[in-house]
Antibody, heavy 116, light 110 residues
């Protein structure tokens, strides 16, 4: 069955970096566009970034462009979100999601807290 | 980035019908399909419908979606207690080159 498992969330100080990972299984990973979507505590969903099947096309939320980098390793069935210059407003539960017309499978999320 | 607009809350009675709305612009709902997701407290979202009214396997026929112009709708018939959740719409925005979400509608089943 399809599984997405996020890891790497933590409590970090403003300005520091963090790398999130998402391990995929149960499907042909390089056939799908993959996404990161976040949800701040008590708030709604906010799309963060996407990466195409082969990594050739990438798009970001304006507020993370230049600070976050999405990447994937199709040989390992994993993709990543490198987050630099973290801000308090980046505090959220970060989900990885698969796109199949829309976001059809989600992980359980990994929590990122940016606080001094 | 501008998102989609949803009413914050809707309340309906058991076994009634609820229609949730989502308003966008020409660059998203006007030209792209809408997706609807359901999220129960403490759980990840679940896809209910995409590209206007395609339901993933296992999603009840009680959930149906439609779109007219820049507005998408999700209709839930025969409301059950387990339908009480937050509902989000989403679409690709061709101008922003980004996915946008609505702020979510909290559905209460009385």
């Amino acid at each position: 069955q399809v599984q997405l498992v996020e890891s790497g969330g933590s409590v970090v100080q403003p300005g520091r970096s963090l790398r999130l990972s998402c391990a995929a299984s149960g499907f042909i990973f390089n056939n799908y566009i993959m996404h990161w979507v976040r949800q701040a505590p008590g708030k709604g969903l906010e799309w963060v970034a996407l990466i195409w099947y082969d990594g050739t096309i990438i798009h970001y939320l304006d507020s993370v462009e230049g600070r976050f980098t999405i990447s994937r390793d199709n040989s390992q069935n994993k993709f990543y979100l490198q987050m630099n210059s973290l801000r308090a407003e980046d505090t959220a539960l970060y989900y990885c999601a698969r796109e199949n017309g829309a976001f059809d499978f989600w992980g359980q999320g990994t929590m990122v807290t940016v606080s001094s | 980035q501008a998102g989609l607009t949803q009413p914050p809350s809707v309340s309906k009675g058991l076994r009634q019908t609820a229609t949730l709305t989502c308003t966008g612009t020409n660059s998203n709902l006007g030209t792209q399909g809408a997706a609807w997701l359901q999220q129960h407290q403490g759980h990840p979202p679940k896809l209910l419908s995409y590209t206007n009214n395609n339901r993933p396997s296992g999603i009840s026929e009680r959930f149906s979606a439609s779109k007219s112009g820049n507005t998408a709708s999700l209709t839930i018939t025969g409301l059950q207690p387990e339908d009480e959740a937050d509902y989000y719409c989403s679409a690709w925005d061709t101008s922003l080159r980004a996915w946008v979400f609505g702020g979510g509608t909290k559905l209460t089943v009385l």
